[in-house]
């Protein structure tokens, strides 16, 4: 059983970076046969996948297309988590983000992020 | 990237009746390997959504077997044979056959 653990702050200002962590236990972030993904959900935007990372004997990163100039997703293998980085921030960014395994098995609780002055 | 639409996106039902939800995509969802990467998720208020079905009509464990998925191509249905008051909430189609991976709009299930 994997548990996804999220962490960060639920207040972001504009033009400021939103930064998340998500937590992994009972797999390993760097395994060869798994991914680990960033969503969003927003009333305006639905579910929208932000970007995965998966690691094959090197690292590979896909980011959708919308934020691909923003984002960056760094695994930290230390830690055994990976982490989300949105950059220049709108209140167009304000969203429930949630890390997710591959194929979205397993889920993180999400985190409310309110981009606001 | 690739539409998917479902409906209904409001769907009353009575408690014991079945229902039906249709995902239509925009293209076909047939990847190279010969697999279809159509999942069904369920999202009740204010939870995370779960994964209920994958590869059309795989169940992930512990969901139960009133839960159904059918369809290849581009159409594809989740079934609930017998409606329970706990299966109230949000419905969602997803694809990863075609990066990136896209949502359907959801589909909400009520109690009338």
Redesign the interface.
Known sequence: QVHLQQSGPGLVKPSETLSLTCAISGDSVSTNSGAWNWIRQSPSR????LGRIYYRSKWYF?Y??PVKSRITINPDTSKNQFSLQLKSVTPEDTAVY?CASE???Y????TLVTVSS | DVVLTQSPLSLPVTLGQPASISCRSSQSLVYRDGDTYLNWFQQRPGQSPRRLLYKVSNRDSGVPDRFSGSGSGTDFTLKISRVEAEDVGLYYCMQGTHWPDTFGQGTKVEIK
Do not use: K
């Open positions: 639905g579910l929208e996948l896909d959708a297309l949630y194929w979205f098995r889920w993180g609780q999400g």
